[in-house]
């Protein structure tokens, strides 16, 4: 498309012999430096992508996101900064923008959700057989029509309350709630590969630079990633599986033909 562009051109005269030497170099540069990054996100075992969207949603719009059978963890930020990690063949909806005194979502499914701490707008998720009420946490939740509920908490305190009796029981870091035939209960946990696999294969959907980078730095202590201010709004979908934090910052750079560099244990994005 390159050649037969600037062989038109030069054909009406429009070129002159110089003009068209240069755009054959710069077309060949840049092809050059196409095949390359290609090349460099095929062996990451990735594939990225822009994802411009042109629909603007309204204030009243809820928004529903599915993830499939056999699909990585599906990984999107809220407005208001929280993060779920939704497992396969779990689904949640949520408004566009919440109320000015809750966040509220439904999920059918497992989950993992790390909520932005907010004292005047409690969290609050819907599953089919209880309500969970969180201010600023992170936990698990399973929630499969043919499974018996359960939340294991991370981090922080959860309130837990069964719509088939009205129990309420509040669920510390280390504990896990279950709801069967007997009732709702709490018991001790050290069961951290719970939280752990939700990470191993993750697909992070329309989501901005910024908002990928701060979950990568969540989930971290080896490195912390810093991309620069300008790019940060950028948003991509992009997929990693079992990808180092240094991997990933290495495949976002190749993806838009940015610099990395390393002080100490910061990876600088620029």
Not at 192 to 206: I, P
């Amino acid at each position: 498309a390159w050649n037969n562009l600037y062989n038109r051109l030069e054909q009406d005269g429009l070129l002159t012999l110089d003009d068209a030497r240069e755009q054959r170099a710069i077309g060949r540069q840049a092809t050059l430096k196409w095949v390359a990054g290609i090349a460099a996100l095929f062996i990451g075992v990735v594939s990225v992508f822009v994802w411009f969207n042109q629909d603007t949603p309204s204030a009243t719009d809820t928004l529903v996101l599915h993830n499939a059978k056999g699909e990585p963890t599906l990984v999107t930020t809220f407005e208001d900064g929280s993060i779920i990690y939704l497992g396969a063949q779990a689904s949640v909806e949520y408004p566009v923008h919440f109320a000015e005194n809750k966040r509220e979502v439904s999920l059918q499914g497992d989950a993992f959700f790390e909520v932005s701490k907010n004292q005047k707008r409690p969290f609050i998720i819907h599953t089919q057989t209880a309500m969970i009420e969180v201010l600023g946490t992170s936990f698990n939740v399973k929630s499969k029509d043919n499974d018996a509920f359960s939340l294991s908490v991370r981090t922080g305190k959860v309130k837990v309350t069964s719509k088939i009796d009205n129990q309420s029981v509040f669920v510390s870091a280390g504990e896990t709630a279950l709801l069967q035939a007997a009732g709702l209960r709490t018991l001790q946990t050290n069961d951290m590969e719970q939280f752990n696999s939700y990470l191993r294969h993750v697909h992070f959907k329309d989501q901005t630079l910024t908002d990928i980078i701060r979950i990568i730095n969540e989930n971290t202590d080896s490195v912390q990633l810093k991309i620069a201010p300008e790019k940060g709004d950028r948003r991509v979908t992009i997929t990693f599986q079992d990808n180092t934090a240094e991997d990933m910052a290495q495949i976002i750079s190749l993806g838009f033909n940015l610099k990395l560099t390393k002080q100490q244990n910061i990876l600088y994005i620029n």
